[in-house]
Structures are given as C-alpha cells and as structure tokens.
C-alpha cells in the first residue's frame, strides 16, 4: 500500500476544509474524506439546519452521522508522513495574488505551469498531462502561464481571434474579417506574427550593434579614464618634485642671502668697531695731555713751565681721518629680493592658466541649447582687461563697453597691450560652456575670441583677431557679415542686427555666432580642438562701439 502511495500527491491526502494532510481521518458515505475536527467544527455551524450536507459534493444526510476513524487511511497517512516519498507541495507552488492559477485544482490552486490558447485555459503540472497524452490536445498550442487569455476573445462574437487586419492594425475574429472588416486587408495572425518577428530580428539585430558600439565606446571611455588617471597622478608626482626642488632652491637662496648679508654686516662692524677704538684711544690720550697742560698752566716755576712745555705740547698725528658717507644700508638686498617676489607672483598669478588640466575629447557632446532662453542658462558676465585695450579705446560701463576715440590715451605700460591694433580681451578666460551677447554700434565691429598668448607688439598680422591660428572672429559691418579664421574669410549671409550672440562650448570644440533680434538666427559655426582656454574679445573700426550686455 505504501508503495501505491509513492504514485500519488498529497492533494489526495488533503482534508479539503483544513488543506493540511488528513488527521483522524473520517469518510464520509459519499466518500469523501476529512479530518474528524475539521468535518465536526464544519457541521456544528449547520446546526440549525434539519440536514447536514458534504462540503464537496454536498450531498445530504439526516440525521447527522456519526464519523469513525478510518483506520486504513490513517495508516497511509502515517506511511506517507513517514516516508516522505511524496513531499507535499512547496508553498510557493500554491498560486499568489499576482500568480496565474490553474482553472481545474479545487481547494487551493496550484500556480499554472502552461496555459492554451486553444482551451483559453491554464494548467498546473498534473491536470496539463492530457495535453501531452491525448491526441485530441496534441495540436493545441501551450505558452507561458497568462491572465490575458481572455483578451483573445472577440467580444463581439466571443470567437477567439486568430485574424489581423492590417488595415486597423488590430485582432479579429473569422466573423470579424466578413462582417466589419469586409474588404481590409487581413491575414492570419500568424502570418501576421511572422512578418513582425522579421521586423523584430531586424530590430534586434540593430540594438545588438548599438550595445556593441555602446560597450566599445565604454572600452575607450574606461581607457581614457586609465589613461587620465595615470596622467593626472604622473603630473602631480612630478610637479610636486618639481615645487619640491624649486621650494629647495628657495631655501638655498634665502639662506645664502641671509649668510651674504650677516657675513657682510659682520664685516662692516667690525671694520666700524675699530675706527670706533682708535678714536676712543686718541680721545683718551688727548684728554690726558689736556688734563697735563691745564696743570702746567698753573706752575708758578717759569723755569720748570718753560722746560715741560715743549715735550708737553707736541701732539702726534691723528690716528685716522672719518669722512660721512650716505647711508645705504642692506636697502638694495630688500630691494633685489622684493623684484623676485613680484615676479614670481607674476608667474604664478599672472600666467597660470597655462597649466590647464587635460580634457576629455571621447565624452559623449551635450546637445546645443536651441532657444535663446536655454542659451541664457550658460550666461557669462564679460569685463573687458584695461591692461590689454590699446590706446585709441575707452572702457566705460565698469569696463563692459569699449569705444573708439579720435584721441589717443597714454595708458601706461603693460605687456598685455595691443600696441597697434584697436583691440581689447576680456579678464575672464573661458572654458566649459559659455554663452555672450555684444550690442555693437558704427560702421562695425570684429566679434572675437582669441587664446591669451596672441602677441601684443608689432603691426604683423600675428597681432590681429583672426589674421593667425590663436584667433577666431565674425566681422559685423552694417550690410554685410564675415568670418575669418588664420587668414580665410567666409562671406556669411543672415538677418542684420546690432546684437550678437556667442556660445562656446570648449570641451566639445563647439563656436557658434547668432545674430539676435526676437529670434536667434545661427551665423556661422566652427567645430575645432580648443588647446588652452578662450578669452572674449573686440575690434573696432570705423568709429564704432561695443557692449558687452548683461544677460542675468
């Protein structure tokens, strides 16, 4: 008998109030079986009621039974506990809430393992057998479990829909294609399904490409960082040996400078100190002949006054002679010392944006703002440098505006000046992405940015916005625009206005110029490598002003 059991569930083992194995099993003479507590607590709620009725099958008896223990299947309930041959299913075989259950378990479900089309219905492992058994099944088609079976029914003629029309784009059923669908173009959703999955390899085979250029583009990426990485701690290494020797060379020359001058005022003093002495000592010995001579001026004795005098007078010669010099002091030391502060600081203030940190050329480019109102988000408040406007300019307007005059100023000295061309850069350099606006006004204006090592000096185009490599400018006359890079003008056509607006985006190497009205108008757009960061700039000619505006 227990072998039997190994062929059987233990559903069937089951009290089908308690669905727990059968304790003190009773069976009813309908025969179904129950656990004796379960059948009576079941019953003494029907009390009141004339008949008692089978939970299952609800057949009627009267008057209530009275339940034996069903010795024979207790003891296969105690073998099958025993042997365990036929475990009982695991809990989270029982269907959840958001589990598809079987249609044909009673008491509690059993999750589905397949559901059919066919049927419109779905099985757990044991009732789908006749699926695999039957020839009557054998062609029905089996998915994965789905609560949406139902929505391949037609509702309106609850037929199930094995149709497309490719006209609406929608199942149908048979009844459907001859009826509302007459004349559209319909297929079998099958043949449907065929020519989609087509399209759906086609679009696999498109994102399994993009993953692929997506995960090379992660390699190269990956391998950038690797090599920032290794660049970035080289540069620190080896600039912190560099400060470190030259913070060493610092300590040499300071304390060289320290013994140069203790040496030097140890020598000085010493050389004071013994002029000091010797005048000291002659000091003594001439106070000592004056003190003998005002005795000798009291002698009463002529004879012995006139035989002491002699020697007593006679004076020897003066031990040295000083002579006032103007006092120096160690001031030119102070003074060296100071120049050397003053350019190191220019080094280090001055010029440090010439060590710039690497950027990455590989990231991915942000997209261009495409409204004036996202331009403004990346607003950059522009002032003009007076240390590089050249002397026919005026600043104005906290240095924000520039105009040319017909007199020349004498600005003083600067290695930043344009000396010969009528030129102005901005203090702040530019990197990342920035956006400008210029209101120009006269004949007309160069629109430029340029790299802060532009030279200054000389009436070589060098020194001219866009005549060389280091410059990029956009030429606004009244009838016409240009723009000019190393030499090379392109003739630009666009809507006339006063304002023109400038985005740069460094990392990406983007430039772009607009001509600003209630619109923005793209003029012209340069895609390069930005190799230090940009300073804005200004030419004007032709009588003209330009201001750079306040956008926030």
Not at 276 to 303: F, G, M, P, W, Y
Not at 399 to 409: A, F, G, H, M, S
Not at 467 to 476: P, R, T, V
Not at 508 to 517: E, M, Q, W
Request: hydrophobic share 30%.
């Amino acid at each position: 008998m227990a072998q039997k059991g190994v062929q059987l569930d233990q559903e069937s083992f089951s009290c089908s109030i308690c669905l727990d194995l059968l304790k003190d099993p009773v069976t009813l003479t309908c025969g179904h079986s129950y656990c004796m507590n379960c059948i009576n607590s079941h019953w003494d709620g029907e009390d009141q009621k004339p008949v008692y009725s089978c939970p299952q099958c609800r057949k009627t008896f009267r008057p209530r039974p009275k339940l034996e223990k069903s010795t024979m299947l207790a003891e296969l309930v105690e073998q099958l506990k025993k042997t365990g041959l036929q475990a009982a299913p695991a809990d989270h075989c029982y269907a959840g809430p958001k589990d598809v259950a079987c249609d044909f378990c009673s008491g509690r479900k059993l999750k589905a393992f397949k559901s059919c089309l066919q049927c419109l219905a779905s099985y757990c492992k044991q009732h789908l057998q006749p699926h695999y058994e039957s020839q009557r099944f054998k062609k029905h088609k089996l998915v994965q479990p789905s609560k949406k079976l139902q929505e391949n029914i037609c509702s309106r003629h609850d037929e199930v829909m094995k149709m497309f029309c490719r006209t609406d784009r929608q199942s149908i059923c048979y009844l459907c294609s001859v009826e509302e669908h007459k004349g559209h173009d319909t297929v079998s959703a099958a043949a449907e399904r065929s020519e989609r999955q087509k399209e759906l390899e086609v679009s696999r085979l498109n994102i399994q490409q993009r993953i692929q250029d997506r995960e090379k583009d992660v390699k190269l990426l990956q391998q950038e960082l690797e090599a920032i990485n290794r660049s970035a701690d080289k540069a620190v290494q080896d600039s912190e040996k560099m400060f470190t020797d030259m913070i060493r060379l610092m300590q040499k020359r300071r304390s060289e400078v320290k013994r140069q001058v203790r040496s030097q005022q140890e020598t000085e003093v010493s050389g004071v100190k013994e002029v000091e002495e010797k005048l000291k000592q002659e000091i003594r010995e001439l106070k000592r002949k004056d003190a003998e001579l005002k005795k000798l001026s009291h002698t009463e004795d002529h004879n012995q006054f006139l035989h002491s005098y002699p020697s007593l007078s006679a004076l020897s010669p003066s031990t040295s002679s000083i002579q006032i010099r103007p006092r120096r002091g160690f001031d030119h030391v102070t003074a060296a010392v100071s120049r050397l502060r003053d350019k190191l600081q220019d080094v280090l203030r001055g010029r440090w944006t010439d060590v710039s940190l690497t950027e990455v050329d590989v990231l991915l480019p942000a997209a261009e703002p495409k409204t004036r109102a996202e331009f403004l988000q990346y607003s950059r408040e522009i002032t003009l440098d007076p240390n590089t406007e050249n002397t026919w300019l005026l600043l104005s307007d906290g240095n924000r505006k520039v105009t040319l005059t017909d007199q020349q100023r004498s600005y003083s000295h600067h290695p930043d000046r344009f000396i010969n061309f009528e030129q102005v850069l901005s203090r702040e350099s530019l990197t990342g992405r920035c956006y400008w606006e210029v209101e120009w006004s006269g004949f007309g204006v160069s629109v430029a940015v340029s790299y802060k090592n532009i030279r200054r000096a000389g009436r070589s185009d060098n020194c001219k916005f866009a005549f060389n490599d280091k410059s990029w400018a956009l030429h606004c006359e009244v009838d016409k625009y240009n723009f000019q890079y190393n030499k090379v003008q392109t003739p630009i056509s666009g809507p006339r206005s006063s304002r023109v607006g400038v985005y740069l985006d460094h990392r990406a190497g983007i430039l772009s110029f607009y001509s600003v009205s209630e619109t923005m108008t793209l003029l012209h757009r340069v895609q390069t490598r930005f190799t230090q960061p940009l300073h804005a700039g200004v030419y004007v000619f032709f009588a003209g002003s330009a201001e750079f505006c306040k956008l926030k």
